[in-house]
Each structure stands twice: as structure tokens, then as C-alpha cells.
RNA sequence: GGCGCGUUCGUCUAGUGGUCUAGGACGCUGGCCUCUCACGCCGGUAACAGGGGUUCGACUCCCCUACGCGCUACCA
């Protein structure tokens, strides 16, 4: 059966952690993929990897399998051009090596490194151009016998052209002209046998037969040197489009990992952080900067952010359909999406974009989906059992009601301990406490009045509290703020939260009487 | 240094010679709603990097400059 006309591929080095720009690079390869009903292969590009490939991969499939990217062919897939790892595929380059080589697209080079170095520093000095002198290149065995007997090692390099163009077509860029001469001649083989990065990506692009190559930017000034590699191994090219990369936060810097501290200095970036840090704090989670930033994924999983709402912000940097569509569910992404729309600039990673997208997915979900993305925030910071109760699980349910758009992450439910706090060990804080109980005589009073009116109520719904307490407040004679705060601040410990008559119908009847005899305690306590 | 890529509101973007006194979204901001906060609603702020061409007409085409970024590795 002949392939199908799609296959592209995403290609991540092990590193322990999976970049949100590498994040979106996979995307546009997965839409391509699933919108020409081709294939997409992940292939691991360990070449150059001393640590543990297999520890350092599985933060990677994790996050992707959390963003619902799934891959045809890869690790844990299998596929028909098996293995996908480049560390398993050394006799496959060695060949290709040899092929080159055997044709004259590529030599052994004797030369020493510092041999090499002084040619190209003189360039440098001069000023020109610096263009190998091969003088060290060995093309018959004589050569290469002669080199040996003065004791020299060597490595391949590609005979590179040295006039004329390679000129190509971009998806993205349109047309693109390079001079040959323009290119040095790579090395594609270490004298240990290993293969260098620009060998092994072609000739594994050809081997699994990727029709499109999607890939970074940065990759657009090695075109013409892999191009050069596939045609001298009679390889069908494959057509190329170059992304612009995922910038920094205000900035046109590509997004890096290593600069979380100088990002934390911009403001948007700063309140992310904060928040996510905030909600790590509250489940025990150790923030490491290796793992806990921004820029990693697992970040956003870590504190509750929803997937769709990643991949649909990741979606619109540096691509849109239209002058207004904005929200697209998986299958509209993949109907519409097409690389002819992908914008050529790098487009800024926008922290408070993300969270906007973030706000409104989480606030379309359907309340047990709510309560079970809450749940698990609420064992780990020690307020419910694992699994939940019945009732805890009617009692998140009634904060999520009532919470609505409040909450935008999962985690930001333990912004509202107080309701799983018990009665003695509620916190104030010490501003509202001052202002609106210490400092508030009048209103202190009538928050006693309303207290001895509460062991009478019979039905604590909130409708039935929204009754009581206005017809108190016009029996009083007074406004609704009168009455509000004070309690607000006994039974929560705080100046704000959601609608008062909610939060009481919450906590309960007992509890709340128990939290505004404490809270005049306290009170009294003070003076 | 050489080569390449890029440049529309603070940010993401729409715009492919006239419909652009440049549209949408996020942000910021004024007001309304209101028990606080949030949501919501109404309104506001703000951009074609600069200079030359081409053209009746340029955000759109060409050239130059500036700025940014990348490649120029026995990194990927």
C-alpha cells in the first residue's frame, strides 16, 4: 500500500521536559497531519545524549499525551520504520556514510582540530569568508594511508558545492535562494562513528518517508546542507516549512528555559508564576525551576491548567483563521487549520492571553468535570479524603456553583480553604478583621443582633438567608453593607469572596454561628 | 564579518493597490450593575520602523537604511 501523501514528524531531544515552544512546533505538525489525514511520528533525537534517555523522554510523551497530541509512529508506538530512537540507528548512518562517501559527496579529513581552526580564525582575521582549504581531505587510500602514517585521525565532511544556488520553496516563506559557496563543509561523522545532527535528520527523514518538514526557523539556514545530503543520497526531498519561533514575553528573544530569572522581571510573566507558585505551595509541591517554570509544560499542569485551553492559545501564535475566530475546538482546528495562514514574524508568548483562554474554557466545563479536575488540589493540600466524600463532593460542588467565573485554574480552589477549615481554626485577615469587626462598633452590633435571629432560622438556603437578611437590614433601618461585610469577615476571615448568602447556606447553619461567636470573641479579646 | 529571515496598537493578529479617517482579541482604562470581589454590559486608549521610488492612488509592489533574530559547531 502506497504511504500516505502526508507524513511529518517532531523530533525532541531527551531533555527531561517539554519546551512550550517545541509544544507548538509538534501542533502545527499534528494539525498538518490530521487535517490531510496523513501521519504523525515522533522520533527522539538522541545522538548526542550521555544521560538517561529513557527518564529524560517520559516528561515529553507525558505532556504530550496530556495535550492530546498523539502520534502514529514513535516510542511506545512502534511503527513500520521502527526504531524511532537515532541512538538505535547508527549502522543506518554508517551506511549512508559510506554511500556518500563512496560517491564523493562527502571525504575523510585528516585535519587536526587546531589545524582547522587556524584556516578559519585567518578568514576571520582577513575578514573574508572562510572556505575549507581541504588540504587535509583524503580521496584515494593513498591519501589516507599517507595521512595515517603521520599518526592522524580522521572524520567525514561533506564535499559541499562550491558555485552555483540551492534554491527551494518555503510553505511558509516562499521562495528561497542560498549560494552554495555560502556553505561550509560539515562534518557528518566524529572519528568515534557517531553521526552529527544534519546527517542523521535527512537520513531518517527519508527513511520514514516525511513528505513535509515543519520545523523552527532556525532551521531554515540548514536547509541547504541537508538538501545537499539528500540529493547526493538519491533521497526524494522533502517540502519544507520554517515556523517563526515563540518569542519571549515583550520581546522578540526566543523563548529559552535558562532565563526564568530575567523573566520573572516582566510583569505578566511575574503574576503567572506567582499564581502557579502559590497553588504549589498549598499541595506540596517542591517548585524546582527545572521543572516548575513557565516554559515547561508540566507547569501548567501542575497548578490546573486544561489542555485544550494550552493548545488553543499555542494555536494563535502565529496562526489565525480570520479577522475574529478564536475559539476552536480540536476538530475545528484540524478542519481549518493550513500553513498558508501561518504568520512569518515570531510571535511573543503572552502569559495573560493564556490565561484568558484558560478562564473561559474552565468556566464552559461542566460542573463534574469541575468537581473532579478540583478534587485531587483539595487531598493534596490535606482538606478532603482520597477518594472523596459524597459530601465533600456536594460541598465543592456548591463552592463551584457559587464561585462561577472565580475560579480559573483547578488549583485556585484552595483560595477557598475556609469552607473545608474547621470552625476554631479559621484564619483572619488582619486588615478586614480590624476594619470591618474591630473598628466597626455599629456594625458589630448588628452582626450580634443577626446572630441571636440565626438558631431560629429554619431553612438556610441561600434564597431563604437572602430574605431574612434584607428584611432584617430594613427592620434596622440600615443598608445591606451594614450587615455584610461583618459577617463576611466572621465566617470566612475575609474582605472578599463570592455572594454572602451562598457562602452562609455553605458553611452552615451551626458553623456559622459558631465563627461569629468566635470572631466577637476575638474582638473583645483585642480591646 | 558573511549569508538568511523578520518588522501593523503594549501583546496576539486581520489586511495580498482604492471598501483603512486600519478591523477583532488580550491588556489597560471610564461608567453601569452591586453586599465585597469576580462576571456581564456600554464607552475609551493605542499601530502600518524610517527614507526613497513605482502608481492617478501604497499598510499592501521595488530599493536603501535602521532595528531584531537566526545560521556560519566534531550542538540539536
Same mark, same amino acid.
Given at each position: 500500500?502506497?504511504?500516505?501523501?502526508?507524513?511529518?514528524?517532531?523530533?525532541?531531544?531527551?531533555?527531561?521536559?517539554?519546551?512550550?515552544?517545541?509544544?507548538?512546533?509538534?501542533?502545527?505538525?499534528?494539525?498538518?497531519?490530521?487535517?490531510?489525514?496523513?501521519?504523525?511520528?515522533?522520533?527522539? +533525537?538522541?545522538? +548526542?545524549?550521555?544521560?538517561?534517555?529513557?527518564?529524560?523522554?517520559?516528561?515529553?510523551?507525558?505532556?504530550?499525551?496530556?495535550?492530546?497530541?498523539?502520534?502514529?509512529?514513535?516510542?511506545?508506538?512502534?511503527?513500520?520504520?521502527?526504531?524511532?530512537?537515532?541512538?538505535?540507528?547508527? &549502522?543506518?548512518?554508517?551506511?549512508?556514510?559510506?554511500?556518500?562517501?563512496?560517491?564523493?559527496?562527502?571525504?575523510?579529513?585528516?585535519?587536526?582540530?587546531?589545524?582547522?581552526?587556524?584556516?578559519?580564525?585567518?578568514?576571520? %582575521?582577513? %575578514?573574508?569568508?572562510?572556505?575549507?582549504?581541504?588540504?587535509?581531505?583524503?580521496?584515494?587510500?593513498?591519501?589516507?594511508?599517507?595521512?595515517?602514517?603521520?599518526?592522524?585521525?580522521?572524520?567525514?565532511?561533506?564535499?559541499?558545492?562550491?558555485?552555483?544556488?540551492?534554491?527551494?520553496?518555503?510553505?511558509?516563506?516562499?521562495?528561497?535562494?542560498?549560494?552554495?559557496?555560502?556553505?561550509?563543509?560539515?562534518?557528518?561523522?566524529?572519528?568515534?562513528?557517531?553521526?552529527?545532527?544534519?546527517?542523521?535528520?535527512?537520513?531518517?527523514?527519508?527513511?520514514?518517508?516525511?513528505?513535509?518538514?515543519?520545523?523552527?526557523?532556525?532551521?531554515?539556514?540548514?536547509?541547504?546542507?541537508? $538538501?545537499?545530503?539528500?540529493?547526493?543520497?538519491?533521497?526524494?526531498?522533502?517540502?519544507?516549512?520554517?515556523?517563526?519561533?515563540?518569542?519571549?514575553?515583550?520581546?522578540?528573544?526566543?523563548?529559552?528555559?535558562?532565563?526564568?530569572?530575567?523573566?520573572?522581571?516582566?510583569?505578566?510573566?511575574?503574576?503567572?508564576?506567582?499564581?502557579?507558585?502559590?497553588?504549589?505551595?498549598? $499541595?506540596?509541591?517542591?517548585?524546582?525551576?527545572?521543572?516548575?517554570?513557565?516554559?515547561?509544560?508540566?507547569?501548567?499542569?501542575?497548578?490546573?491548567?486544561?489542555?485544550?485551553?494550552?493548545?488553543?492559545?499555542?494555536?494563535?501564535?502565529?496562526?489565525?483563521?480570520?479577522?475574529?475566530?478564536?475559539?476552536?475546538?480540536?476538530?475545528?482546528?484540524?478542519?481549518?487549520?493550513?500553513?498558508?495562514?501561518?504568520?512569518?514574524?515570531?510571535?511573543?508568548?503572552?502569559?495573560?492571553?493564556?490565561?484568558?483562554?484558560?478562564?473561559?474554557?474552565?468556566?464552559?466545563?461542566?460542573?463534574?468535570?469541575?468537581?473532579?479536575?478540583?478534587?485531587?488540589?483539595?487531598? %493534596?493540600?490535606?482538606?478532603?479524603?482520597?477518594?472523596?466524600?459524597?459530601?465533600?463532593?456536594?460541598?465543592?460542588?456548591?463552592?463551584?456553583?457559587?464561585?462561577?467565573?472565580?475560579?480559573?485554574?483547578?488549583? &485556585?480552589?484552595?483560595?477557598?480553604?475556609?469552607?473545608?477549615?474547621? &470552625?476554631?481554626?479559621?484564619?483572619?485577615?488582619?486588615?478586614?478583621?480590624?476594619?470591618?469587626?474591630?473598628?466597626?462598633?455599629?456594625?458589630?452590633?448588628?452582626?450580634?443582633?443577626?446572630?441571636?435571629?440565626?438558631?431560629?432560622?429554619?431553612?438556610?438556603?441561600?434564597?431563604?438567608?437572602?430574605?431574612?437578611?434584607?428584611?432584617?437590614?430594613?427592620?434596622?433601618?440600615?443598608?445591606?453593607?451594614?450587615?455584610?461585610?461583618?459577617?463576611?469577615?466572621?465566617?470566612?476571615?475575609?474582605?472578599?469572596?463570592?455572594?454572602?448568602?451562598?457562602?452562609?447556606?455553605?458553611?452552615?447553619?451551626?458553623?456559622?454561628?459558631?465563627?461569629?461567636?468566635?470572631?466577637? %470573641?476575638?474582638?473583645?479579646?483585642?480591646?
Amino acid at each position: 500500500m502506497a504511504p500516505p501523501l502526508v507524513r511529518v514528524r517532531f523530533a525532541p531531544s531527551p531533555t527531561g521536559y517539554l519546551h512550550i515552544g517545541g509544544v507548538r512546533t509538534a501542533l502545527f505538525n499534528w494539525l498538518f497531519a490530521r487535517h490531510h489525514g496523513g501521519e504523525f511520528i515522533l522520533r527522539v +533525537d538522541d545522538t +548526542d545524549q550521555a544521560r538517561n534517555v529513557h527518564e529524560a523522554l517520559q516528561p515529553i510523551m507525558d505532556g504530550f499525551k496530556w495535550l492530546g497530541i498523539d502520534w502514529d509512529e514513535g516510542p511506545g508506538m512502534g511503527g513500520p520504520h521502527a526504531p524511532y530512537f537515532q541512538s538505535q540507528r547508527s &549502522d543506518i548512518y554508517a551506511e549512508a556514510v559510506k554511500k556518500l562517501l563512496e560517491a564523493g559527496h562527502a571525504y575523510r579529513d585528516f585535519s587536526k582540530p587546531e589545524e582547522f581552526a587556524a584556516e578559519r580564525q585567518a578568514a576571520e %582575521k582577513e %575578514k573574508r569568508q572562510f572556505i575549507y582549504s581541504r588540504t587535509w581531505m583524503a580521496e584515494t587510500d593513498e591519501d589516507v594511508k599517507r595521512f595515517e602514517a603521520e599518526g592522524r585521525e580522521s572524520i567525514v565532511r561533506l564535499k559541499m558545492h562550491r558555485e552555483g544556488k540551492c534554491e527551494f520553496h518555503d510553505l511558509v516563506r516562499g521562495d528561497m535562494s542560498f549560494e552554495w559557496r555560502g556553505e561550509q563543509d560539515h562534518v557528518i561523522q566524529r572519528k568515534d562513528g557517531s553521526c552529527l545532527y544534519h546527517l542523521t535528520s535527512v537520513v531518517d527523514d527519508g527513511a520514514f518517508e516525511i513528505s513535509h518538514v515543519i520545523r523552527a526557523i532556525e532551521h531554515l539556514p540548514n536547509t541547504p546542507r541537508q $538538501i545537499f545530503i539528500a540529493q547526493s543520497l538519491g533521497l526524494e526531498l522533502p517540502i519544507y516549512a520554517h515556523l517563526p519561533f515563540v518569542a519571549e514575553p515583550g520581546s522578540s528573544n526566543k523563548l529559552s528555559k535558562r532565563k526564568l530569572d530575567k523573566y520573572l522581571k516582566n510583569r505578566d510573566f511575574k503574576v503567572l508564576y506567582d499564581h502557579g507558585e502559590k497553588i504549589a505551595e498549598q $499541595i506540596g509541591f517542591s517548585a524546582s525551576p527545572e521543572t516548575f517554570n513557565p516554559v515547561i509544560v508540566d507547569f501548567y499542569r501542575e497548578i490546573g491548567f486544561l489542555p485544550d485551553a494550552i493548545i488553543n492559545y499555542l494555536l494563535l501564535l502565529g496562526w489565525s483563521l480570520d479577522d475574529k475566530t478564536e475559539d476552536f475546538t480540536r476538530e475545528a482546528m484540524i478542519q481549518d487549520f493550513s500553513l498558508d495562514r501561518i504568520t512569518k514574524a515570531p510571535a511573543s508568548f503572552d502569559p495573560q492571553k493564556l490565561m484568558s483562554f484558560q478562564s473561559r474554557y474552565m468556566w464552559r466545563l461542566d460542573m463534574d468535570e469541575k468537581v473532579e479536575m478540583v478534587l485531587p488540589y483539595l487531598e %493534596k493540600a490535606g482538606f478532603a479524603q482520597t477518594p472523596a466524600s459524597e459530601e465533600t463532593r456536594s460541598r465543592v460542588k456548591s463552592i463551584l456553583e457559587a464561585a462561577n467565573e472565580r475560579i480559573s485554574l483547578a488549583g &485556585d480552589i484552595l483560595d477557598y480553604s475556609e469552607f473545608f477549615q474547621a &470552625d476554631h481554626s479559621l484564619e483572619y485577615e488582619e486588615k478586614a478583621f480590624r476594619k470591618r469587626l474591630v473598628n466597626a462598633e455599629a456594625q458589630r452590633e448588628l452582626l450580634v443582633k443577626l446572630r441571636n435571629i440565626l438558631p431560629g432560622v429554619e431553612d438556610f438556603s441561600a434564597e431563604h438567608l437572602d430574605q431574612i437578611l434584607h428584611t432584617f437590614v430594613e427592620e434596622e433601618g440600615v443598608g445591606m453593607g451594614m450587615i455584610v461585610h461583618a459577617i463576611r469577615v466572621a465566617i470566612t476571615g475575609k474582605a472578599v469572596g463570592f455572594g454572602l448568602f451562598e457562602i452562609m447556606a455553605i458553611i452552615g447553619k451551626d458553623a456559622c454561628i459558631n465563627r461569629i461567636d468566635r470572631a466577637l %470573641k476575638l474582638v473583645d479579646q483585642q480591646q
